[in-house]
């Protein structure tokens, strides 16, 4: 199978909403997406990120969403969100991906790449190995405004 990582086109962007929309409704996550919803993240981010189409043998997949003007523009990319779809986990692509998204950023002049996972995610083994660690300097903090 061969994995391709491009920027993402205009006509993707409802496919890619279906699979943000799909990923993140489901366990660890569990949030609750409407396609119009997902759409408009993914309409935001196809403006203002870098968004990826993550393809195996050209066919969609999967996306990436790097926010390169996290914290220090040019020096930290942000990986704000990473999806592939569910039969196509547990094939290898998530590492292909995010070696092809750090030699990316790395061209580009970037020191450091950082990414946000849920504690309980299949991702934070693959991410473990990949050499991305837990922040020694931040945590992630959050309160409910019910």
Same mark, same amino acid.
């Given at each position: %199978?061969?994995?391709?990582? =491009?920027?993402?086109?205009?006509?993707?962007?409802? $496919?890619?909403?279906?699979?943000? %929309?799909?990923?993140?409704?489901?366990?660890? /996550?569990?949030?609750?997406?409407?396609?119009?919803?997902?759409?408009?993240?993914?309409? *935001?981010?196809?403006? *203002?990120?870098?968004?990826?189409?993550?393809?195996?043998?050209?066919?969609?997949?999967?996306?990436?969403?790097?926010?390169?003007?996290?914290?220090?523009?040019?020096?930290?990319?942000?990986?704000?969100? +990473?999806?592939?779809? $569910?039969?196509?986990?547990?094939?290898?692509?998530?590492? +292909? =991906?995010?070696?092809?998204?750090?030699? +990316?950023?790395?061209?580009?002049?970037?020191?450091?790449?950082? +990414?946000?996972?849920?504690?309980?995610?299949?991702? =934070?083994?693959? /991410?473990?190995?990949?050499?991305?660690?837990?922040?020694?300097?931040?945590?992630? %903090?959050?309160?409910?405004?019910?």
């Amino acid at each position: %199978m061969k994995i391709n990582l =491009v920027k993402s086109k205009k006509n993707e962007l409802k $496919e890619i909403s279906k699979i943000y %929309m799909e990923a993140f409704s489901k366990p660890p /996550y569990e949030e609750i997406w409407t396609l119009k919803k997902a759409s408009n993240k993914i309409k *935001f981010f196809y403006e *203002f990120y870098d968004l990826y189409s993550i393809k195996a043998d050209k066919k969609l997949v999967g996306f990436a969403v790097i926010n390169p003007n996290f914290m220090c523009p040019g020096e930290v990319a942000f990986g704000e969100e +990473i999806a592939i779809k $569910e039969n196509f986990q547990g094939k290898g692509i998530g590492t +292909i =991906v995010n070696k092809k998204l750090f030699e +990316i950023y790395k061209k580009k002049g970037y020191g450091s790449f950082m +990414i946000i996972a849920h504690k309980k995610s299949k991702a =934070v083994k693959l /991410y473990k190995r990949l050499g991305i660690n837990i922040s020694k300097e931040g945590i992630l %903090m959050e309160k409910e405004l019910k």
